[in-house]
Every structure is written in structure tokens, then in C-alpha cells.
């Protein structure tokens, strides 16, 4: 299985070109590009032709763009400015190689209908994925496992993902947001595996389910998430590719960028290589 470094994990104590810098010289594989701040600071001083010349010249590759935030149920001028930032994010795959694009459920107090959640998720992917289709990139949702998203279970996401039935639309298994609902093991055990793009691996504290926010996560393996168990099931199921590690504690951004890359590649590896050759 291939390492790569999600950038959330320096949110507050890094930029693009040092996680470049100190991923690659920790054997990192790939990066998840966090486009909503990372990226646009990096083009203030330089280009994606800069980007692209880097990746070609590294051992680190470009694994997803992470995010197109909030694509599903939005109003007209809501959906039309997604569909605008997703063919803005198909010229930056296309000219640095990215392979995936990361497409996260709206998150809202407002109520809505299940069966309009999955209806407007369905005809907004299958939208995606004829814009992805011609450029290779595959469209990657990610459940987020709090009570406001529309879409926080990984049953849900997966039968929404199933329905649309493309071979370039996806999920990402996120242990954090698996546990964070209660998600069920079983409907993980009875899943294609072809059907995950992207494993992101981190750990919680143990509060209560329903109320867990991104500052709970913790270094993989130091929680208590049963990682074993995920990590085993994907591995039963097919999937083999790629762990992401993505983490938001905000006591870990007062690290110095290499401490953090560090720790996050050795907590990572001590416990996918129970499972996997990394």
C-alpha cells in the first residue's frame, strides 16, 4: 500500500511547498492538495507550471484535489458556482496529474428529505462525472460523520454512489467519519472494494458518537477507533492502494511542520504494515 500526507495535518503550521519538501524526504508517495487555502497561497508567488515541473521531478506524486465543498442540494447559483470550481479543479488535473478529485455532502441545520439528500447527490455526480470523464479523473465523496451533514453514514454514501453506477465515482473510507456516526462494519464487510478511491486513517478520543468534531482526532493507533478491523476489512473486500493520513488537532499544528509529517508517517506505519506491506 502507497503513504500519502493529507494536508489538514499542517493545516496551521505549514504551506504547499514546505509538505512538498518534507513529504518527499520522508518517502512519502503521494500528497492530497488541500485546495481552499494551500493551493491558492502557493499561486500567489507561483505557478502550475511550477507545480507540475516539481512532481515531475520528485518521487511525490499528486494523489486529489481535496475538496469540492458542499456539492449537493444547493440552491441554482449555489450549484452553477460548483460546477464552475469543479472545471477549474479539471485544469489543475489535468496540468499537474492529480487523479482524483475529493467532493464533500453539504453540511446544514436545515431538514431535508433522505429521499431528496440522495435524488440531488445522484443527478449532481452523474453531472461530475461526464465533466471528469474526457480529463481521467475520478470523483472520490466523502461522508462526513456529524449530524448536520446530509450525508454521514457510509451506508449512505456508498448507495448513493451505487446508484449513480460510474466507474469514475466513488468514496473515500475515512475512519474518523466511519466512527464518528456509528457506522456499521457490516455494510463495509458486504461493499465493493472497487468502489473506494481513497483511504484516509486516523484515530479519536473517545466521546460520545453523534458529537465528535475534527479537533477530537488523534495519531493513528493512539485511539479508539478499531483501525485493525477497518484496515482488515478493506483489505478482505480489495482495496489496496492508498492510506491517506488526515488529521485536524490543533495542539499537533504547534509542532514544526517535519515533527508533524513525521510522526504522522510513523504512527501510519506501525499500524497499516499489520496489515499491509507500505
Known amino acids: 500500500m502507497k503513504l500519502c500526507f493529507n494536508e489538514a495535518t499542517t493545516l496551521e503550521n505549514s504551506n504547499l511547498e514546505k509538505d512538498l519538501e518534507i513529504c518527499e524526504a520522508h518517502g512519502y508517495d503521494y500528497i492530497e ?7 491558492p497561497e502557493y499561486l500567489e508567488t507561483q505557478t502550475l507550471d511550477d507545480l507540475a515541473d516539481y512532481f515531475r521531478a520528485h518521487h511525490i506524486k ?4 481535496n475538496a469540492l465543498e ?14 464552475q470550481e469543479f472545471q477549474e479543479m479539471m485544469t489543475v488535473c489535468d496540468k499537474i496529474g492529480a487523479k482524483y478529485v475529493v467532493a464533500v455532502p453539504l453540511v446544514t441545520t436545515d431538514k431535508i428529505l433522505k429521499k431528496d439528500i440522495k435524488a ?7 453531472e461530475l462525472s461526464d465533466i471528469a470523464k474526457p480529463h481521467g479523473v475520478k470523483i472520490a465523496v466523502e461522508f462526513i460523520g456529524h449530524p448536520e451533514c446530509t450525508v454521514n453514514t457510509f451506508r449512505d454514501a456508498y448507495d448513493i454512489v451505487q446508484t449513480v453506477d460510474r466507474d469514475n ?14 457506522s456499521n462494519i457490516e455494510d463495509l464487510k458486504n461493499a465493493d472494494g472497487s468502489k473506494i478511491f ?15 468534531t475534527d479537533d477530537d482526532r488523534v495519531w493513528p493507533g493512539q485511539g479508539t477507533i478499531d483501525l485493525d478491523a477497518h484496515i482488515a476489512t478493506l483489505k478482505k473486500i ?14 499537533y499544528y504547534k509542532l514544526t511542520p517535519e515533527e508533524t509529517i513525521q510522526k504522522a508517517k510513523e504512527t501510519t506505519v506501525s499500524v497499516i504494515s499489520k496489515h499491509f506491506n507500505i
Open 33 to 39: 492538495i488541500r485546495t481552499t487555502d494551500k493551493l
Open 62 to 65: 499528486p494523489l486529489a484535489l
Open 70 to 83: 458542499f456539492f449537493n442540494n444547493r440552491d441554482k447559483e449555489g450549484h452553477d458556482a460548483i460546477i
Open 120 to 126: 440531488n447527490s445522484i443527478a449532481v455526480l452523474e
Open 169 to 182: 465515482v466513488g468514496l473515500v473510507f475515512d475512519s474518523f467519519h466511519f466512527h464518528a456516526m456509528g
Open 198 to 212: 481513497i483511504f484516509h486513517i486516523d484515530d479519536t478520543e473517545d466521546f460520545q458518537i453523534g458529537l465528535l
Open 238 to 251: 480489495g482495496y489496496r492502494d492508498v492510506v491517506s493520513v488526515e488529521l485536524f488537532r490543533p495542539e
